[in-house]
């Protein structure tokens, strides 16, 4: 019985978290009509692929997906890459340099988004790197960059200091201790800072707005908002069908990634 | 949020212009035997709309080998927060497709090009002068510039559901002969049975909507004395806000389902019978069209009249950045582009109404399919909107008007409560922008 209820739980689970996927690909399939039924239907009465040839011949949706695609990856990559050791310090050396580094990280999350949008996009215009896919990958480095170091140094911390003193007790350096006992038990933190930089860099608009203005360079979100119109009008069918698609690639990048955020944890585990 | 937005970047905008943000120029330069290079930055999001102008642009860089126009597809919600950025940074596209409401603080900062001395003749006396009002601003400086040519306008009718509306035997209005607010009334009243309502006002977002119907009434909800603008919530201003607010806690004659929802959300319950009238703006036909189950009949119907048909319009402008590098070819693709016959197709794809009387008289916008000689007809009635010419309408549209109007409409304060509340709230925001 107990079990039972348990399968029940994860079941209502995962239908609460498969809603809104299933609702787009429902929506995405329906025709203009059937879509302002006053009572929904789940299953598209009417099937059409129209709104996705609608969604893909009027934009470039893969080209816009992997450019995407290019900026979330090196911008996750770059941000765990600056982190990783800055937040090693942050975690493992106590100074007052720390810990005004610490509340400065913490500050700089308070800034309202909009405030450093316009010296930012300057500093980038002086740089020549507006319009440019690099542009891009800066900014959301320099923007997901606080937060990440942020998650990063509270996995640092709960990896207790023994282990590193142990290993230096056999006669390991800090370099060899840090790379050969605290990185793999930090591999789950490493995964999870990814996969929060990785999806904060997908799903970014507003810079990716104010930087890119040439057609040949924008990313996914900037293509979607194109289906939409004022007062909050959109073009549903296309929008959802445009939506489905975009969800595709970050969806795989999951999957590859999750399997390592697992691993990382067991891995932990047996450090631990 | 994208006020907001705005407004946080603007408060900004000064220290970014210290810091040596100007003299950035625009992005497109060319070397001398290379062609011109423009960036038009484009709102269209309709299909047919979105076709319509990368097909006239298509045209243009085939006829005009020298001035290449790239066509960049922009947002509605976000256009002005793009804008205020790229402005500040110097790298505004050379034409932008804007409304012109969101003019006059541009023009007042400087960013938007004065256009009354370039401005093609043929392209001047195409467009009324009543249009041209809607995008006359003043520089910031005590003088009055046009920022933008005027192309696109919607007006305000009511779709009907045409079997409801003959049913209920109300008299049938037309653009020579629309109902009174009155006769409005008693006609949603007839509709009102079996559990259905005669009308629905979608009231999400109510400023723009009520404001322009306000001038029925001669409601202009500003005045201005001795250089000075305040707000006005005065008898006149009242009346149409008291109207709606009769049709739905007095007569119940209005859907309250329908009072938290979007433009376009009533739409599934007005195919399904459960409101006969919706009033709206024209391009709210497009989806009707689109979306109207099969063998429902719809009929557009213009809208009420008061002390008179007036209504506040607003338009989809094109305007030139101050920074551009080529002003003088933007203009030119300007003119091209909002000819006559190119106005009729973007006003077709949009299903809104040219500003040019050329555009106007093209039989594919009298015709009777979809309502196009009623939405039409309506153009003659539009007027400027006083609040247009108001810096810091935005702010108070946004921090005071439309949170009132909401409580108004939903019944949790009184008119006098909400004329209060508009007045001396909005005074404040207002006071800001004229120190």
Partial sequence: MRRFSQYVALVAYIVFLAFPLAWLLSTALKTPREMALADPTWIPRDPTLANFADAFGEQDLVGAGLRSLVVALFSSVITVLISLPASYAMARYRSLLNRIAIGWVLVSQVFPFILIIIPLFMILRDLDLVNTLPGLVVVHVTFTLPFALWMLQGYVRAVPRELEEAAAVDGATRLRSIASVVAPLLAPGVVATLLFSFISSWNEFMFALVILQNPDVMTLPLTLVRFTGPEGVARLGPLAAASLMATIPSLIFFAIIQRRLKSGLMAGAVKG | MRITSALAAAAILTLAAACGGGGGGAQSSSAPNEPVKINFLSLAWQKESVAANKQLVDEWNKANPNIQVTYVQGSW???????????????????????SPALSGFASDGYLLDLKDKLPAELKSDIPQPAWDTVTFDDGKGQQGVYGVPFLQESQVIIANKKLLDASGARVPTPDNP????EFSAAAKKMTKGGNFGVAWPMKSPVNKTLNLALNFGGTFFQTADGKTTVKVGPEEREVLQRIHDQLYKDKSADPAALGQGTADPLPAFYKGKFALLPAGV???????????????????????????????VSQTLSIAQDSKHPDEAMKFIAFFLNGANQAKLAKGDWLLPTSQAAAADPAMTTKENGWDVATASAKNLVV?????????????????????????????????AASKLVEDGNKVLERYQR
């Fill in chain 2, 77 to 99: 919600d976000n256009v002005n927060d793009q804008l205020v950025t790229q402005f500040a940074g110097g790298t505004a596209p050379d034409v932008i497709h804007n409304d």
């Fill in chain 2, 179 to 182: 109902w009174t607010w009155d």
């Fill in chain 2, 283 to 313: 391009f709210l036909r497009q989806q009707v069209a689109e979306q109207a189950p099969e063998g429902f009949e719809w009929v557009t119907l213009p809208a009420p009249k008061g002390t008179s048909a007036q209504q506040g319009a």
């Fill in chain 2, 385 to 417: 909107a006083p609040f247009l010419k108001v810096n810091g309408f935005d702010e108070w549209k946004t921090k005071v008007a439309t949170p009132t109007l909401q409580e108004y409409f939903a019944n949790k304060i009184t008119i006098d409560q």
